[in-house]
């Protein structure tokens, strides 16, 4: 209610007895949505400092103010030298209204959703806004509110006194009793006993009625005091609730990825434990060596794992030692993967029962219920709201290496080329593809000033002929230019580029990094 038209009304003949005869000194802003009046009677300041942001807005008296020496602006030149008169509340209205001896006049609307100053020198003169985009508060006059339909509260109640009444009540009271339960609350009002900053609805407000969790009762006959009180505490609250709202979002977050991310393990770690490994088909092939006839595409054995009979497809240009090796090798990469499956698991629950922890801390420990105590225990735990800290790491989605402290990446399949081409590389990391063939796109990622050394070079290049068509060429002759002469034709399928400037180096396929794909 420190808007609100009943305790505006206590407030402006407060300030009238306070400032009459004093003079405007500075009138300025310093930051967005802030216009500070500064005044004084040759012996003594008072400040004023109305905040007009949407969200908050407010007529705030500190008691001191300090100028900063930068960022800040003269505004309404006009309004200096100027001698207050009188402070009145408009009628059954949400603003306040400044009269100066020469008829100039300050208008300071704290409606919520659009709140303004308007400084007119005099009563017919043009109107200067603070919020200038709000130009019809060039034409804002005073009006008397109509009177309330039968049954229905009188709308300078607003929302607080409205829920006094509806909880005393009101609602369900015959009409002479709602009458009176009104006039009751009227008589509160207008010469209220105290003011009271409660809690209510997760907000911190300022109350003329007892409602919600009491924080503090202050006398009713100082409603500068009361303003003094509520506007630092109010902010200060805000803060906190803003905070605590942003850091119960962050934990919810990752909580909720890293299960995610430990279900999806356990799902591939599932499939792989239920299918027929690359080393059991090679025990397959190398045990029925000799009944494979040359240039088979497929052969049908006794898998002596199951009894049952086993269908093998094979690569009719390709001898089927080489096929049993290359899925040995596969073998070999899939059971590191399954341990790396399974280390990914237990991180990711940890890291899921951890940001649950505390969440649960949030509601338990006392010292959160201040934002100096949050804000040490955020830094504590690593959840300053910092780019590095408020973003969990992501993993990327292409297969990672690293060689010589430069990242490889590669691509997996024509639309994650894509991807990793035209979203993830920069203009000047180096971009690789085997020539002439299909196959993954490679990106070597760059770094400032450090040209990336040949040996790099040449593992991406066997990288990019091993993934590719030219897996098993003794030779494959593979594309490298920078990322910024490659660029994809408008209608082209996924993974086809054009590439406007490049050098071919010759290497031998292969994987020469000897550990398993990254996830």
């Not at 006398?219 to 605590?244: K, Q, S």
């Not at 990711?348 to 951890?354: K, L, Q, V």
């Not at 590095?388 to 080329?417: C, M, S």
């Given at each position: 209610m ?9 407030l402006?003949?407060?300030?009238t ?7 405007v000194?500075?009138?300025f ?13 040759g ?28 960022n800040?602006v003269?505004l ?18 949400r ?13 300071l ?20 806004l ?15 509110a ?9 709308p ?47 907000r911190?407000?300022l ?8 924080l503090?009762?202050?006398?009713g ?28 979002q ?22 792989l ?58 073998g ?7 341990r790396?499956l ?6 990711r629950?940890?890291?899921?029962f ?10 338990t ?5 201040e ?9 504590q ?44 590389a920069?203009?000047?990391d ?15 990622r ?23 068509r ?9 594309t ?25 180096v ?14």
């Amino acid at each position: 209610m420190h808007t609100n038209y009943y305790f505006l009304r206590q407030l402006a003949p407060a300030l009238t007895e306070r400032l009459r005869g004093y003079r405007v000194a500075v009138c300025f802003s310093q930051e967005k949505d802030e216009l500070v009046v500064g005044l004084t009677n040759g012996a003594q300041e008072f400040w004023l400092k109305a905040q007009l942001g949407a969200n908050f807005p407010a007529l705030a008296l500190p008691e001191t103010f300090q100028r900063a020496r930068s960022n800040s602006v003269d505004l309404f030149p006009d309004l200096l030298g100027e001698q207050v008169e009188t402070i009145v509340p408009w009628p059954h209205d949400r603003v306040l209204q400044v009269n100066f001896r020469s008829g100039a006049r300050l208008i300071l609307k704290l409606y919520g959703p659009r709140p303004n100053a308007i400084f007119r020198t005099g009563p017919d003169a043009q109107a200067q806004l603070f919020q200038q985009k709000l130009v019809a508060d060039a034409d804002l006059r005073p009006q008397e509110a109509p009177a309330p339909a039968a049954g229905k509260l009188p709308p300078p109640l607003a929302d607080l006194p409205a829920r006094y009444l509806r909880q005393n009540g009101y609602d369900a009271a015959p009409p002479e009793t709602k009458t009176r339960l009104v006039h009751q609350v009227l008589a509160q009002l207008e010469k209220p006993a105290h003011y009271y900053l409660i809690q209510l609805d997760g907000r911190t407000r300022l109350s003329l009625l007892p409602l919600g969790d009491i924080l503090e009762t202050l006398p009713g006959n100082d409603p500068i005091g009361a303003l003094r009180r509520f506007v630092p505490m109010a902010l200060g609250r805000r803060a906190l609730e803003m905070e605590t709202k942003q850091l119960r979002q962050l934990l919810e977050r990752r909580a909720d990825e890293a299960t995610t991310a430990a279900a999806h393990a356990r799902q591939r770690l599932h499939a792989l434990a239920n299918e027929a490994g690359y080393r059991h088909t090679a025990d397959l092939i190398m045990a029925h060596l000799h009944e494979i006839p040359a240039g088979a595409a497929q052969v049908e054995v006794l898998d002596f794992y199951t009894n049952q009979p086993k269908v093998i497809k094979l690569k009719p240009t390709e001898k089927p030692q080489r096929t049993a090796e290359n899925l040995y090798r596969k073998g070999k990469n899939q059971q590191i993967e399954e341990r790396q499956l399974a280390e990914r698991i237990a991180r990711r629950e940890a890291e899921a029962f951890t940001a649950l922890e505390r969440l649960e801390e949030m509601d338990t420990v006392p010292s959160l219920g201040e934002l100096r105590g949050l804000r040490a225990w955020r830094k504590q735990h690593g959840l300053d709201p910092t780019p590095a800290a408020a973003k969990a790491p992501t993993e990327l989605p292409f297969k990672v290496f690293e060689d010589r402290g430069f990242t490889i990446l590669v691509g997996r399949n024509a639309v994650n080329n894509d991807l990793l081409t035209q979203k993830y590389a920069h203009k000047d990391d180096l971009w690789l593809h085997a020539k002439d063939v299909t196959g993954s796109h490679v990106v070597i990622r760059h770094k400032a000033g450090q040209p990336v050394p040949e040996p790099v070079v040449e593992h991406a290049a066997q990288l990019a002929g091993w993934y590719s068509r030219r897996q098993h060429d003794s030779l494959c002759p593979v594309t490298v230019t920078p990322k910024k002469f490659v660029r994809k034709p408008k209608g082209a399928l996924p993974g086809q580029v054009v590439v406007e400037r490049e050098r071919v180096v010759l290497v031998k396929p292969g994987n020469p990094f000897d550990v398993p794909d990254r996830l």
